[in-house]
């Protein structure tokens, strides 16, 4: 393992009918937390992609625990959003009745609830409906994996599909290492950002052979995801304060 470049950390506790991502914190944080300390023990230089639930309280807790260790780089620690991304794409494919592949589609946010923000406006192809239809659309993207979830009935959460883009981000980060010149590598993922008041935000970012090459930001909004925005703030900031400290609280056991 002390030659990895990249460690994926899918380990947790699924959700069950009635649970939401935040429900899953007390036992998948201290698993997070262990496994990113030995990641970073054996290889320091390793890109971390968590998919651990809930994205938005473990990526602060191992960035604050790797900080206090000294062997954080913001750059090479990504929480794994690309699921909605996915989803995202296949809902508008079938609306469009287009390959899924050739929808391209920015969500922004983080990856639980209204913090998923698809910005279904900088969509391509292109996509019209009705406020309502729009509206809908948002809501069963943001829901996606609830629907999952009580389609299981309680045997287990998403797989299948989380395994698709896990491997569809991974194989990202692989060409970023490798340094394409013939392709501008492109994921949405939850990292350490400036980009909005919340110190860890979702945005599209160029990849490259040491991790984030380039945060592209925010896509362009209309009035209704920046009021969406607006809304969403809040609530991700309460996760990421909460996450730094349990990382604090934390630090100690996972010497």
Known sequence: MDKADIVVIPAGLPRKPGMKREDLVGVNASVACEVAFAAREVCPGAMLAFITNPINVIVPIVATILKAKGTYD?????GVTTLDVVRAQTF????????????KIPVIGGHTGRTILPILSQC???????DKEREALIQRIQNAGTEVVNAK???GSATLSMAYAAAQFVSSLIKGIKGSKDECIVECAYVESDVTEAEFFATPLILGPQG??????????????????????????ESIAKGIKLGEGMMSSCA
């Open 124 to 130: 391509d192809p292109p996509l019209k409906g009705t």
């Open 212 to 237: 984030v090459k380039e945060n592209t930001g925010l896509p362009d909004l209309d009035d209704d995801e920046r009021q969406a925005l607006d809304c969403m703030l809040p609530i991700l900031k």
């Open 74 to 78: 913001p750059n090479r620690l990504f």
């Open 153 to 155: 009935d309680g045997l």
């Open 92 to 103: 508008v494919a079938d609306i469009l009745n287009v390959n899924p592949q050739k929808v």
